[in-house]
């Protein structure tokens, strides 16, 4: 049991950094701004290192090192700080520019991914950061006056200069970047693999809930606890409700999985005494409502922290985008029935059902609401139905999600299911306009999937 809280610790704060990751990762300023604030401190450290060096650095030092005066100083600073600023500012371009074009035409949740993606943040960074130094040593070139002596800082020069060449080939190496990155092929798999993590991150959360165990029925009286807030819910601390629901000797129920959109005022769990009686079992309302909330993540925007079905969603905007007539690509929406696919096999092995989390003795104190396995099929495979039925490649690699998560259940459950998808699946093609040669090939693709449902592959 003791093993199990420490997993189930870990395991929370596991939750806790992937959500703080994914808040940061999501911004575009925190990298460029850290080496920005790095380059000013460089830009006043390295000439000072140079006023106390430079007259005792040995000839084969200073043969690679810059050789002119303050003038030709100035003229290369100012030229450096010129032509990043600019190159700055193309990078910017470029970047908006593919957001508009994977908001239009794949999907507008996509931009999310955009705007983590860690070698645009690099790019920019090093060219504000080079940007910045160069201006920053600018300041301490001096020339030769009456009252001052003549200051050349030739290391931080020379600095400005390699990072310069460093920079020239970032961009290069960006422009390749990005011209993969908005590449439809590059974005699904990207999504997939988010997702695939986090389907292995709340598999894990799952095993680590101290012991999982059949929730007994909920009672008829029971007490809400309203959201204070809208939004989307993007990750729960299951490990602060056991503790409040030890404190007071509850049972708390969620009432909403992790990427649900919720209304300030609607309920967001509910609970009871768990000795069943019925009587008050909070003293002070106002502090618990406020802890319950505070166990709650809302945001305006879903993240992919501890919501799987937020990886689906992305999936299908990409494929009913491909699937309308403005954009009309239907291989693109069948590669994402592919990845759609992946995910939905590996989600047969997570747990099924709310799921009752228990104390040290064996109490049930928490119900939780995992994103259900059924409610994901139907996410994965409704629009893509609705608006692919139509197609003959598209309905048949529906039939082959089918029999792939098919023979991949493990339930009795997810198999009914798979079932039913197939019968509707069946009746949406039945009202479209199919030779009968196509409507046999169908008919095979059905009868292959419930072979799948049986353990045979054909």
Known sequence: MAQRRNQARNNGLRLRWAQLRESVKSQLWPVPTMATIAAVLAGLAVPAFDSAVDDNLPDSVRAFLFAGGPDSAREVLSAIAGSLITVTALTFSLTVVTFQLASSQ??????????????????????????????????????????????????????????????????????GHLSRKIRVETMLRNVHDETIGTIALVGERTEADVEMVTPDARPDHTTTVAATTSGFITSVNSSRLVELACEHGLVIAEEHAVGSSVVAGVPLVSWWRADGATGPGVDDQAAFEHAVNAAFTLGYERTSSQDIAFGFRQLVDVASKALSPGINDPTTAVY????????????????????????????????????????????????????????????????????????????????EVIRGQTERLTASIRRHDYDESERLRFAKLADNVAAALDGRWH
């Open 106 to 175: 794949f999907s507008p949740r996509l931009l999310r991914m955009f705007a983590s993606d860690r070698i645009m943040h690099a790019t920019l960074a090093i060219f504000l950061g080079t940007f910045t130094y160069a201006l920053t040593v600018l300041r301490s070139v001096k020339s030769e006056t009456s009252t001052t002596d003549e200051l050349v800082p030739l290391i931080a020069v020379t600095l400005a200069s390699l990072l310069t060449f460093v920079s020239v080939i970032t961009l290069a190496l960006f422009l």
């Open 336 to 415: 994402a029935l592919s990845h759609l696919s992946a995910l939905l096999c590996a989600m047969t092995g997570l747990p099924e059902g709310r799921r009752g989390v228990v104390d040290e003795n064996g109490v049930v104190r928490l119900i939780a609401r995992p994103q259900n396995f059924g409610e994901l099929v139907e996410l994965a495979v409704e629009q893509p139905r609705r608006y692919g039925a139509g197609d003959p490649r598209l309905a048949a690699r529906l039939f082959q999600l089918l029999r792939e998560v098919g023979y991949s259940t493990r339930t009795e459950q997810q198999r």
